[in-house]
Nanobody
Framework: QVQLVESGGGLAQAGGSLRLSCAAS????????MGWFRQAPGKEREFVAA????????VYVDSVKGRFTISRINVKNTVYLQMNSLKPEDTAVYYC?????????????????WGQGTQVTVSS
């Protein structure tokens, strides 16, 4: 069993920054991949970024490249999403997820474990 808890969401102005954290506990292994997804009201859950616990290159959806950075501190079992140059269209509930096969996939169904989500609201 793996538990994921997101934090760091809140309200930001357009052009501002937020840093999300995902604390993992339980049977998390360094062979897993970790991802961030987001879901706006009435929209499907969308892939944002993914990273492995090892040294693989992070993966990003095109819309956040150059603005968002995914990172992790292994000894803390924590994954981060640094969000800069925020836009109103970034407004969503952000979820972290774990994939036992570390596929760094954009598909929600390839992640077995999910957090509860944290709200990010960007005003204009």
């Amino acid at each position: 069993q793996v538990q994921l808890v997101e934090s760091g969401g809140g309200l930001a102005q357009a052009g501002g920054s937020l840093r999300l954290s995902c604390a993992a506990s339980g049977r998390i292994l360094r062979t897993y991949g970790m991802g961030w997804f987001r879901q706006a009201p009435g929209k499907e859950r969308e892939f944002v970024a993914a990273i492995s616990w090892s040294g693989s290159t992070p993966v990003y959806v095109d819309s956040v490249k150059g603005r968002f950075t995914i990172s992790r501190i292994n000894v803390k079992n924590t994954v981060y999403l640094q969000m800069n140059s925020l836009k109103p269209e970034d407004t969503a509930v952000y979820y972290c997820a774990a994939d036992r096969q570390a596929r760094l996939s954009e598909n929600t169904y390839e992640y077995e474990f999910w957090g509860q989500g944290t709200q990010v609201t960007v005003s204009s």
